[in-house]
T-cell receptor
C-alpha cells in the first residue's frame, strides 16, 4: 500500500534561518507531488507542484523553493525564513501524473513557527 | 480564473439533524470536484469525488454530495449528523494547467452539538 511521510511534525525556527521540510512517498511511482500551506487553520494555498523529477511549478511568488531530486521525494526549502512563513505545511501526492481523476493523499503536516 | 467558493465560514448543526455544507465552483471545461475533511492538527482526508455520471455521489462516513451543473454547485450533505463529524471541510476542484493541480476552497468549519 502507498504511504506518505512528512517530517518534522513541528518546527520552531528563528527569523533568517534556513528551512528544509522533506516529504517521501512509498508504494507508488511517478506520482504528482504538491506542497500546500494552511494559514490559521483555514484555507489551503498551493505553493508548488511537480509532475516529475526536476519539474517544479511555483504557484505564488514567495520566499520558498521546492525541489524533487528523486521520483518520490519532495523538499520544501528556504534560505532565510520570514515571520510570514509561519503556518501548517502539507505535502500531498496523487497517482499518475497527468490524470485528472485521482484524489490527493496528504501527509500529516508540519507546523512551522518562525519567531 | 478557476476557483472554488465556500460561502459559509461555519455551520452549526444539532446531532441527528441533516447537514449541508455549500460549495460553488468556476472552471472552464468539465469540473472534477472533490470534498476533503480535516480533523485538528491532521492532514486532509478524501471524502468523495464527482467526475461524471450520477449527480449524487456517495462517499465515506455516510456523506454524499450533489453535483448541480446549472447552479455550478457541489454541496456536501449528510442525512443525520454525528458529533464526530465536527471538523473542517474543504471543497476542491482539479484543473488542467499542463499538469493537474487541485484548488481548494477556504474551508467550512462544521460544529455538531450533542
Amino acid at each position: 500500500s502507498q504511504t506518505i511521510h512528512q517530517w518534522p511534525a513541528t518546527l520552531v525556527q528563528p527569523v533568517g534561518s534556513p528551512l528544509s521540510l522533506e516529504c517521501t512517498v512509498e508504494g507508488t511511482s511517478n506520482p504528482n507531488l504538491y506542497w500546500y500551506r494552511q494559514a490559521a487553520g483555514r484555507g489551503l494555498q498551493l505553493l508548488f507542484y511537480s509532475v516529475g523529477i526536476g519539474q517544479i511549478s511555483s504557484e505564488v511568488p514567495q520566499n520558498l523553493s521546492a525541489s524533487r531530486p528523486q521520483d518520490r521525494q519532495f523538499i520544501l526549502s528556504s534560505k532565510k525564513l520570514l515571520l510570514s512563513d509561519s503556518g501548517f505545511y502539507l505535502c500531498a501526492w496523487s497517482v499518475q501524473a497527468g490524470r485528472a481523476l485521482e484524489k490527493l493523499f496528504f501527509g500529516s503536516g508540519t507546523q512551522l513557527s518562525v519567531l | 480564473a478557476q476557483s472554488v467558493a465556500q460561502p459559509e465560514d461555519q455551520v452549526n448543526v444539532a446531532e441527528g439533524n441533516p447537514l449541508t455544507v455549500k460549495c460553488t465552483y468556476s472552471v472552464s471545461g468539465n469540473p472534477y470536484l472533490f470534498w476533503y475533511v480535516q480533523y485538528p492538527n491532521r492532514g486532509l482526508q478524501f471524502l468523495l469525488k464527482y467526475i461524471t455520471g450520477d449527480n449524487l455521489v456517495k462517499g465515506s462516513y455516510g456523506f454524499e454530495a450533489e453535483f448541480n451543473k446549472s447552479q455550478t454547485s457541489f454541496h456536501l450533505k449528510k442525512p443525520s449528523a454525528l458529533v464526530s463529524d465536527s471538523a473542517l471541510y474543504f471543497c476542491a476542484v482539479k484543473v488542467n494547467t499542463g499538469g493537474f493541480k487541485t484548488i481548494f476552497g477556504a474551508g467550512t468549519r462544521l460544529f455538531v452539538k450533542a
